[in-house]
């Protein structure tokens, strides 16, 4: 049997060759530091630092890594389905428009304790309604969803800047934002959660939203791995012929896996506006969207390797703020490229590695394998 067509352990699939691919782009990157006179090994003790050093470092690594795990689940919850779903930017956008809409109607009406879970399904149906349309054409027309979740998230940004300038700004003011929501709409911090114990943390903007990513993650898993609809769902993603055969309907399935994976993005809107911002507010997406891809990519579409995946993005962008604010010679812009090569080779060239791990993981395990026949005598000699 060719050594290409053999299974790899899942330790090496989901764990090793992310960390080579990491790897060879953090090696690129050195490459670049050296050419503009700085020592990589020191830029990468400042991105440690930054990211993981202290406690509000560690704080901002984990906010940033609230919105990956959201958005990495998103594109994971499609992928599986064989959808891309490139819209997770548009999704994000109107899940935190959800959740504004609700505050900013309810703050003064209802408790904390009542807002959170209407928070939560604001953010759900923003979400999942803005993944609607494209999934309803790809299940009934035809229409590819890549093409037109790309352009749902250019008629999310626009609808976001007519309603930001035109309905909801605060009157008196002219920076697009609207007021801020009262105390009982905001979302606790986790240092208020810990100080509500007795625990001292640094103040960071990691918020209760983290709780729910890793709620998202198990309910993810289970739905994908153990429910009948997640077995419909990744019998499509492998053979949309054979789940026909058994009796699966496609288009159910691409629509309630597309609106599903709009709902998870849109809870980026919970941990920005709701937990971090308290107003609605142009451009909150930062493209957390986009970078979903490479995490879910990287994570290989598992919710536990998603969140690692998440991890690494969150000290790649806190890290990166600090390193280009240490070391004057490495810009924001030159950050951004690095965390670019991260994404290239986590996500384009993802499995540029695999075909020679593969040979050599085999040609290493079968020569160690115990139940080889013994070689003749005349060969040993």
């Known amino acids: ?17 992310p960390l080579i691919n990491v790897a060879m782009a953090l090696v690129v990157s050195g490459v670049i530091i050296l050419a503009i006179g ?49 819209g997770g930017e548009g999704q994000a956008y109107i899940g935190g428009l959800g959740v504004g809409l609700a505050m900013l109607g309810l703050d003064h009406v209802l408790p904390m304790g009542l807002l959170i879970p209407i928070a939560i399904l604001m953010a759900a149906a923003g979400g999942a309604l803005w993944a609607l349309i494209p999934a309803y054409l790809q299940a009934y027309r035809g229409s590819h969803v890549v093409i037109t979740t790309i352009m749902f998230n250019f008629i999310a940004s626009a609808l976001m800047v ?4 035109h309905v909801l700004i605060e009157p008196g003011q002219q920076s697009p934002e609207s007021r801020e929501f009262a105390a009982n709409a905001q979302l606790p911090f986790i240092y208020q959660v810990l100080g509500w114990f007795g625990i ?5 903007p990691a918020n209760l939203s983290l709780v729910w990513a890793l709620i998202c993650c198990v309910g993810v898993w289970f739905y994908i ?29 691409i629509i309630l896996t597309m609106c599903l994976s709009g709902a998870l993005a849109g809870f980026v809107g919970l941990n920005e506006i709701m937990g971090v911002q308290h107003k609605l507010l142009l451009d909150f997406t930062a493209g957390y969207g986009f970078t979903g891809i490479a995490v879910s990519l990287m ?19 806190q890290g990166g703020a600090d390193l280009a604010f240490d070391v004057p010679n490495i810009t924001r812009e ?24 593969t040979r050599l ?15 003749p005598a005349h060969e040993e000699a």
Do not use: C
């Open 225 to 253: 791995w153990r429910t009948k609809w997640g077995y419909e769902l990744r019998a499509v993603g492998f053979n949309e012929r054979a789940a026909i055969y058994g009796g699966v309907r496609p288009a159910r399935v």
């Open 334 to 357: 030159m950050v951004v490229a690095i965390q670019g090569l991260i994404i290239l080779f986590s996500g384009a060239l993802a499995y540029m590695s695999t075909p020679w791990i």
């Open 38 to 86: 700085e020592n990589p090994i020191d830029a990468v003790v400042i991105m440690l630092h930054g990211a993981l050093g202290y406690e509000e470092g560690v704080g901002y690594t984990l906010y940033y890594a609230t919105n990956f795990i959201f958005t990495g689940l998103a594109v994971a919850m499609a992928f599986h389905a064989g959808l891309f779903n490139i």
């Open 200 to 204: 001292p943390m640094a103040k960071s």
């Open 162 to 165: 007519y309603l930001m300038v």
């Open 299 to 317: 994570g290989r579409n598992h919710p536990l390797g998603i969140i690692l995946a998440s991890l690494l993005f969150g000290v790649l962008y």
């Open 361 to 375: 993981y085999f040609r290493l395990h079968d020569g160690a394998t115990p139940s080889d026949p013994p070689k």
């Open 1 to 17: 049997m060719s050594d290409q067509t053999r299974t790899l352990p899942r330790w090496i699939d989901i764990g090793l060759i």
